[in-house]
């Protein structure tokens, strides 16, 4: 599973960004993606994830702001992030959780990063 991920960019707080995430591969082998952030200094961080059967769960910081969803024609998952705060600004990561049939293992795959900035 690869995934490329894309949008992220420079707003002022209480702005809103669209990050995407797009899988290629055996995108029916994943268990779950999720959205992660690591911010200068800090500890990479989950923000939000989704499983395979759409459920979703988001970290206390972003509850009622940000909404993940996908888009199961094009393989993608969507972060909107609203509401923006200067503490939201991070480098965004997207993962998968996928199963490795080969290797009869759980495996995790990394998208690259993108900024995410909030000034203030």
């Known amino acids: 599973v690869q995934l490329q991920a894309s949008g992220g960019g420079s707003v002022q707080a209480g702005g809103s960004l669209r990050l995407s995430c797009a899988a290629s591969?055996?995108?029916?082998?994943?268990?779950?993606i999720g959205w992660y952030r690591q911010a200068p200094g800090k500890q990479r961080e989950l923000v939000a994830l989704i499983s395979s059967g759409g459920s979703t769960n988001y970290a206390d910081s972003v509850k009622g702001r940000f909404t993940m969803s996908r888009d199961n024609a094009k393989n993608k998952v969507i972060l909107q992030m609203n509401s923006l705060k200067p503490e939201d600004t991070a480098v965004y990561y997207c993962?998968?959780?996928?199963?490795?049939?080969?290797?009869?293992?759980?495996?995790?795959?990394w998208g690259q990063g993108t900024q995410v900035t909030v000034s203030s």
């Open positions: 993962s998968a959780d996928w199963s490795d049939i080969v290797a009869g293992t759980v495996a995790r795959s």
């Open positions: 591969g055996i995108t029916s082998s994943i268990n779950a």
